[in-house]
């Protein structure tokens, strides 16, 4: 079992979770969270001020796939996700614990 984190730009969520709609997975959460990568912060131009936004705000969606399936949902997140643009967002692949089945 993997866990998937995938750190991405609110705008795109929904578009993510069409893509992955149909596909197996365990479990899926999402958040949204507030933090920067290599952009740092940026600057917002508004008439003629500027102020800096020391947070970005994203979305953080956790997956849980079985390994053999984790190289595809991947790949059809970064499909998805990636503007080419700075700031798009990062991916985090873990080995999972495989969760116990509820005795009866």
């Known amino acids: 079992m993997k866990q998937v984190i995938a750190i991405v730009r609110p705008f795109l969520v929904e578009k993510i979770l069409e893509t992955l709609k149909r596909s197996p997975l365990e479990s899926l959460q999402i958040r949204e969270v507030k933090g ?36 595809e949902i991947i790949t059809k997140l970064a499909e998805v996700a990636r503007t080419g643009r700075i700031g798009d967002g990062k991916i985090f692949v873990l080995s999972a614990a495989t969760p116990l089945a509820s005795e009866s």
């Open 36 to 71: 920067f990568g290599r952009q740092k912060n940026y600057l917002h131009e508004y008439g003629d001020t500027e102020f800096s936004l020391a947070f970005l705000p994203k979305v953080e969606i956790t997956l849980w796939v079985e390994d053999f399936r984790a190289e």
